[in-house]
């Protein structure tokens, strides 16, 4: 039986956090046996915020690396950069005329951005959801492992599916959010404010690239209160935070204790941060010094790209072929 297409990217704009790894990367170690993956560093999607390209090579390097490092086998997905495959361009040309202005300007993510940077309102950044489409779309997949700040995007990519496929014949799958059966997540920052971020709130944000000081640091920084006064009280945001990062990475009998602590009235913060620190330690440092061993191997990451680029450009061609094909394109 064919694996079914699994499709993704993560934007060099930054050090990988662990949004990115349990949002996406977590998913993406998981899916290389069953499915027939492509992941890729969306170094094109970068432009659209950071058109200093100084770091650019750094960062695509480091991405690669940290994937690498987090479980991706080069040799069971097909990683690669989106720039090295110009198919890409191709067929978010012929989706851009699907898509509508009205629609690109309520995306969420583009509203975001425009209030971010306001001298910088570009016509990539307005077809943002449309480049991302043709990336997806160009393998024809059908799952796209995201976290939940994706999901508006992948809801734009399964209309402008729709409407190629209604407009000139069948090609293209609806590409679904993909989490294993699970609702899409969001991890939180630590100050209590917002989801952790690549390049906002830098000390809010764990870094699979942190050392252990900086690790215990931050962490030990989360924003918390005097505990609760009264026994089984209604918990703050900011508290459920540390709980949901707990259970990412600590022992379900320690995520526990804590929260009969906090139902006791009995919770010390300062002790469940520790906890929490430690495992966070435990959680990153492996990932770190792979990243590190990976990323001084340039030669290597190079192999790694250019295959990549090979076994992504074959299936990209056929999907091209056939979208000319289908548009009328075929002249010869
Ligand atoms: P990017 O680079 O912002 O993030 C990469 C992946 O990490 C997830 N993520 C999070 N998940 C949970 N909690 C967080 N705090 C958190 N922060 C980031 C994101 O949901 C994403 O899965 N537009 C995409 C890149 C992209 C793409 C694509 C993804 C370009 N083309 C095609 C899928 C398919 C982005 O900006 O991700």
Redesign the pocket.
Known sequence: MQKEIV?????PTGNLHL??Y???MRNYVRMQEEYNCYFFV?DW?SLTTHPDTKELRNSVLDALAENIAAGLDPEKVCLYLQSSIPEIAELYLYLNMMAYKGELEKTATFKDKVRLQPDNANAGLLTYPVL?TA??LIHRALY?P?????EQ?LEMARNFAQRFNHRYGELFPEPQAFNFGAAL???PSLDGAG????SENQLATLYLADDDELIRKKVMKAKTDAGPTETNSEMPGYIQNIFQLMSLVSEDSTVQKFRDDFNAASIRYGDMKKALAEDMVKFITPIREKAQAIRSDEAYLQKVIKYGAEKARESARKTIEQTRELIGLNYF
Do not use: C, E, T
């Open positions: 499709v993704s990217g993560i934007r949004g990115n349990f949002g996406a969306a999607h991302m990336d997806i796209v995201v976290g939940k700040d994706q995007h997540i969001k991890v989801k952790m971020s690549k």
